[in-house]
């Protein structure tokens, strides 16, 4: 069960669109539409932006979505905002009831 | 209102046993599964396993299987990740999260900082 791939860092200005990638195997991301994306402030807990995929939490601005082809899901952050800079995660159900992660994308604004 | 409520941070010298909780409010805790996640300080989230405490079914991620034991008391909406004997290597914060939405890990708690130090 290895980490999903994610870039270290992605870097934008205020108001343009980002997009991170999470690259699993046929064993997590390409075989269930299952992946979830978390935001981290430093000190803080890791908070759900999207989950199934493409699906927003109640209160989560839908400046953020989700979606996915093949092995390979992605979360793009339209309309950058000083407040989106953190850490963000994205996780995949694996099968029999177990989960990955992938190791973190560094957001700069 | 939703919430995890863990215990407070922890420091213990190699070899020690801990047990660290997490207590819900707010839903039926029984009905859903908790996991839980480690993060060494500055790096990535790593799933460790998950429990659902209605029926204390637990999962492991091979990486901790062996390590860690997690358990569950539903009669006081808690759960628990405990260690024999606790290694350097153990120290990071650990967060429990409960899946109620979507297979997704929904609310979290604050996290429990655990440092193992001669």
């Known amino acids: 069960q290895s980490a999903l791939t994610q870039p270290a860092s992605v870097s934008g200005s205020p108001g343009q669109s980002i997009t991170i990638s999470c690259t699993g195997t046929r064993g997590d991301v390409g075989n269930y539409y299952l992946v979830s994306w978390y935001q981290q402030h430093p000190g803080k807990a890791p908070k759900i932006m999207i989950y199934?995929?493409?699906k927003r939490p109640s209160g989560v601005s839908n400046r953020f979505s989700g979606a996915k082809s093949g092995n390979t899901a992605s979360l793009t952050i339209s309309g950058l905002q000083a407040e989106d800079e953190g850490d963000y995660f994205c996780c995949s159900y694996a099968g029999s009831t177990t989960w990955v992660f992938g190791g973190g994308t560094k957001v700069t604004v | 209102e939703v919430q995890l409520v863990q215990s407070g941070a922890e420091v213990k010298k190699p070899g020690e046993s801990l047990k660290i909780s997490c207590k819900g409010f707010?839903?039926?805790?029984?009905?859903?599964?908790v996991g839980w996640v480690r993060q060494v300080p500055g790096k990535g989230l790593e799933w460790m396993g998950n429990?659902?405490?209605?029926?204390?079914?637990?999962r492991y991620s091979p990486s901790f299987q062996g390590q860690v034991t997690i358990s569950a008391d539903e009669s006081i909406n808690t759960a628990y990740l405990q260690w024999t004997s606790l290694a350097a290597s153990d120290t990071a914060i650990y967060y429990c999260?409960?899946?109620?939405?979507?297979?997704?890990?929904?609310?979290w708690g604050q996290g429990t900082l655990v440092s193992v130090s001669s």
């Open positions: 199934e995929v493409d």
């Open positions: 707010g839903y039926i805790f029984a009905s859903y599964w």
């Open positions: 429990i659902y405490p209605g029926d204390s079914d637990t």
């Open positions: 999260a409960s899946q109620r939405t979507g297979n997704s890990f929904d609310y």
